[in-house]
Each structure stands twice: as C-alpha cells, then as structure tokens.
C-alpha cells in the first residue's frame, strides 16, 4: 500500500511537472506562431499601405518596351525586399490577374502559381489578404487594375511556404524538451524527499485504520511525530477509543433488534425516501412472497398488492398517524400498518410497514358463521315442524287418537333428526378439542366386515340393491379403536344405499398392503357424485343433493365424520366418482403393532 502511495506522491509531482512544461511550452509555440503570422501581415500591410502599389501600377501601365517594364518591376520588388523579409521561403511576384502567370521574377516567367484563396480573390479583383497557419502557405494579393474589365489588371502577390516557421517551431520544441526532462528529474528528486517526509506518518496512520478494520479501536503505542501529522495521528487515535465505544453499543442494539426481528412472526419492512427497502425480515419475505428485496419499490409493491398507498403520502402530506389496509396476497389475507419515522422533527426518514397473516383468524370467522348459519337452518325445519304439530295437537286433536299418534310420530322422527344432529356435532367438536378418547384393541377387519354386511343386507334387499363383500388377501388384524371404525364404514354403506337405486350393486373389498397397511375400498353403481362436488363432500353441513339427503334424515356431517375418525387413525380416506355411473371410496389405514 505505502508502495503504491508513494508512487502515486511521486507521480503527482511528476504529473504537475510534466503539465507546468507542457502549458509554457503550448504558450510559447502558440505565441511564435502568432509572432510569425503577425510579422508577415504587419509587412505585407505596411507595403500595401505606402505608395508601393501605386508604383507598380505606374510601370504597369506606362508605354515602354517590355523588356524595360519587366526590370523596372524586378527593380522595385528588391527594393522592397527588406521591408518584406524576402529569402528563399518568401517570394514577391506579380502576376498577370487573368491566368496567374508569372511577370516577375523573370526566372519564373514559365511557371503558373498555386491558386490559393486569397490569390482567386485577387484574381477576382478583390483583395486576398487572409493569413492562416493551417493552410500550405502564408499569402497576400493585391489586384492592380489595368483596364476596364477584372480581368485586365495584373497582382502584387507575396507568399511564405512556412519553412521558417517549421524551422523555429522545431529549435523551439527542442528547447522546451530539454526544459521538460530537466523539470521532471527535479520533480522525481523533489517527489522522494516529500515522500520519505510524509511517509512514517502516514504509516502510523495506516496500521491504525489496520486495526480499525479488524475491530481493535486501542490507542497506537507508537511515538507520535512533530507537527501537524502528528497532531492528526492522535487525533485518528481518539477518534478510536470513541468508535470503539458508540460501535460496542451499536452492535449491542443492532443484534438485540435483529434477533426478535428474525424470530417475530409479524412481517416487517423498512423503506427509505427513496422507496428502497433498507430492512425486511424473513416473515415478511415469506407473507409478500419477495425473493429479491433489491428490486422491489414501496410504490409497486403496493399497487400491485391493491394496498392503496404511495409513498408521497407520507413524505408531503404529513402523515404521522398509523395508516392501516387490508389485502390479499394469494390465498392469504394481510393485515398491514404504515408508520412514518423521521429524521427529526420535520425531515421523514421513511416508513416502516408491519405485516399480520390474518387468514387464520378471517378463516375461523368465516367457518364460525357458516357452521353457526347452517345449524340453525338444520334446526329450524324440525323445530317448526314439532311446534307446529303440538299446537295442533293442543287445540283439540288430542282425543282424536289417531291423528294424535301420526302428529307424535312425526314429531318423534324430528327429535331424532335434532339428536343426531347434536351427537354429530358434539363428535366432531371433540375431534376439533383433540379429546376423543380412544380404546384401541387388536380386531379382525374381516369379520368386522361380514358383519356390517349382515346388517345392512336387509335395507339393501328391500330397496332392491345388491350388497357383497369380497376378501382380496389376507388382512392382518388391526389395532385401532374398533366402535369408531365401525362407525366410519357405517357411514360409507349408508350413504351408498342411500344413493342407490333398484337394480344398482354394492361392492366391498379389503385386503393387505405393503409396508404393513390394509385397504378398505367401497364401490357402488348408484348415482354418483358431480365432478364439482368431489372436493367438497368432507365439509360440515355439505350435502350433494340436498332435498333428498334432508327427506332421509342425512345431516351432512357423516363423511366429515368419518375423515376425522380416518385420520384420527393415521389412514387417508379417498372418493372417486362419475357422475349417474359409480362411487368409490378407499381407505388406506395403517395396522401400527404386532399382537
């Protein structure tokens, strides 16, 4: 690090350097080049300004031989041969302002000049006096009329072909070369003395933040330097032992918070003013179902999930109070509360939002209505009916033998369907209470079978429905609470008759499965079960044709019943069934001990 810290000091210095030069050196070739351009412009003014041109159109336009004409121009270009610095780099010329030709010097009467921009302007009678230095040349023309039509006149053109400059700007950049390479080994001399000064230093405070980073916040023991550096590493030092402190307590409060967030089983996220989440705890995640807290907004998040609120509502219109919403994430209903928190007084910092998985208790509401709705609706009709028949009864039908005994019989047959009823319920409530006490003995399902066949063979044979049993394999002999059992089977067989017409059979199998289990299947030809209906034969109060179970004293709960007993036992309980075409329930239970 200290390697690379001093290379970068040296660098530095050096970088400085190497800029200093380059910016006095980018000066001096722009002001050379300035004085050059300048310097050929001043003259060529200067010329143009004195009584030269009219010179020149005199023996241009006088009658004499040209022979005469022509060395009395040559004469007065080397007149003015010093006043416009002319060499072999800068040449005067006039020319003849219709081609370009060459009149003077005579030596180069055979060649044609390159047309530049100021010479077409020149050519055009106007005066072409531009002087750039990123063209081929530094130029003037001057058109020297010689008649009435632009092209009957003759041009004073001076041209520079730029060696001279070439030629200074070259001795110039050789001199700020050697300017540049002196000014750099002074700066590498200069960049080792400051470094090795502020080296130690900043060695000292380097260890420290070495300690920082791994947690050890105690004073360094190193001899403090002179000066300011030192001053800064004892201060570096202080600012340690008070890091070390608020950090402790931090990390304190930080785990504390985190181990109940991690554990609270309330979702909870925080968002800052920009909608970022800052924290979300794992129930959170799981309620709202995020997987990547990184992209998710407070403004979509919530939009999507139908909650109603924007973050602008608590950042500007100064919303302190508890906001509350209530929605839906899937299946699940999410109770949610909206908190503002702040920086101070005025600035908010951002909102934290609380999460209750409420479907529990919506869902126990909602079962507490129904079950309180369908039992008072399985209890209104006998109820009506006995007390209409004992107002009957009462106003004058009671000596009437007869019709008082069908008006009792009647009533009789209600109190039974009551009874039920509230057996039924009272089973199913000690399911729900986990208080059904079990007497669990070895027994024979075979026999158990046999004889709930015996039993009901006689409804079935009046009712014109065939009842058959038929063992598939050995069945071991299961331990389990036998009366209970029997009462699930009841269920299944009654229902079968129930649901069964003249001429339909009833079929029961039973036999061993692997993994020490036995089979109990139920198979009829009735009327079977609407597709729609399968998944709803188990719930309380649930009838498929509900006007005919209600006429046969069903009270809905039997196969809700019977699923309890079943799984009560550790077994599964199935139905299959096509709908005018056949029912089949199977139950699969487990024989658990050897005798």
């Not at 009435?148 to 001076?158: K, P, S, T, W």
Request: charged fraction near 25%; aromatic fraction near 8%; glycine fraction near 6%.
């Amino acid at each position: 690090m200290f390697r690379q810290l001093y290379l970068r000091l040296t660098g530095l210095i050096l970088a400085v350097t190497l800029l200093a030069v380059l910016i006095a050196g980018g000066i001096s070739i722009f002001s050379a080049t300035q004085f050059y351009r300048n310097q050929f412009s001043d003259s060529v003014a200067d010329l143009a300004g004195s009584d030269f041109p009219q010179t020149l159109h005199t023996i241009l336009t006088a009658e004499q031989e040209d022979a005469e004409r022509i060395a009395q121009l040559q004469w007065a270009l080397e007149s003015c041969a010093a006043r416009l610095s002319l060499d072999e780099n800068r040449t005067a010329f006039v020319l003849n302002a219709r081609d370009a030709s060459v009149v003077v010097p005579s030596a180069l009467q055979a060649q044609t000049v390159t047309i530049t921009p100021n010479l077409s302007a020149a050519m055009r009678a106007a005066k072409g006096e531009e002087t750039s230095l990123f063209g081929e040349y530094l130029d003037y023309a001057l058109f020297l009329k010689n008649g009435n039509q632009a092209q009957d006149g003759f041009i004073f053109y001076v041209r520079d072909n730029k060696a001279g400059l070439d030629s200074m700007l070259q001795e110039l950049g050789m001199g700020i070369l050697w300017t540049l390479l002196a000014g750099l080994i002074l700066a590498l001399l200069a960049g080792i003395f400051l470094a090795g000064v502020t080296m130690k230093p900043l060695q000292q405070l380097s260890k420290r933040a070495e300690n920082f980073s791994k947690g050890n916040f105690e004073p360094s023991l190193d001899k403090l330097p002179n000066g300011e550096m030192g001053e800064l590493v004892k201060t570096f030092n202080q600012m340690g032992m008070v890091m070390n402190h608020n950090l402790t307590q931090i990390n304190a409060e930080k785990h504390k918070v985190e181990a109940i967030l991690e554990h609270i089983n309330n979702g909870i996220i925080a968002f800052d003013t920009d909608q970022n989440i800052v924290h979300i705890n794992p129930a959170a995640k799981r309620m709202l179902q995020i997987e990547n807290p990184q992209t998710v907004q407070f403004d979509s998040l919530f939009s999507e999930l139908g909650a109603g609120v924007c973050m602008a509502e608590f950042l500007y219109l100064d919303r302190s109070k508890t906001e509350e919403r209530d929605f839906l994430v899937g299946s699940n209903h999410i109770k949610a509360f909206f908190v503002p928190f702040k920086l101070d007084e005025i600035r908010t910092a951002g909102v934290v939002c609380v999460f209750e998985d409420v479907t529990e208790q919506f869902t126990l509401e909602a079962a507490r209505q129904k079950f309180v709705a369908e039992v008072s609706h399985e209890l209104k009709t006998p109820l009506t009916t006995i007390r209409t028949y004992t107002e009957t009864l009462l106003n004058g039908y009671l000596d009437d033998k007869r019709t008082a005994s069908t008006l009792l019989n009647t009533v009789q047959n209600e109190t039974d369907k009551m009874t039920a009823l509230v057996q039924n319920l009272l089973i199913l409530n000690r399911f729900d209470m986990q208080r059904v006490q079990m007497e669990k003995e070895f027994f024979s399902v075979d026999e158990m079978l046999r004889g709930l066949v015996k039993v009901f063979s006689l409804e079935a044979e009046q009712r014109g429905i065939e009842i058959s049993y038929n063992r598939t394999t050995e069945i071991p002999r299961l331990y389990a609470d036998q009366g209970q059992i029997e009462r699930a089977l009841k269920n299944i067989i009654s229902n079968s008759i129930k649901y069964s017409s003249k001429g339909d059979k009833i079929q029961i199998f039973a036999g061993s499965l692997y993994d020490n289990k036995l089979y109990i299947k139920v198979e009829d030809t009735g009327k079977g079960i609407p597709k729609a209906d399968l998944e709803h034969v188990f719930e309380r109060f649930y009838r498929v044709d509900k006007a005919r179970s209600r006429d046969r004293g069903g009270t809905g709960l039997g196969l809700a019943i019977t699923k309890e007993i079943i799984e009560s036992h550790g077994g599964t309980i199935e139905i299959e069934s096509e709908f005018s075409k056949f029912t089949r329930v199977t139950i699969n239970l487990p024989t658990n001990k050897e005798e």
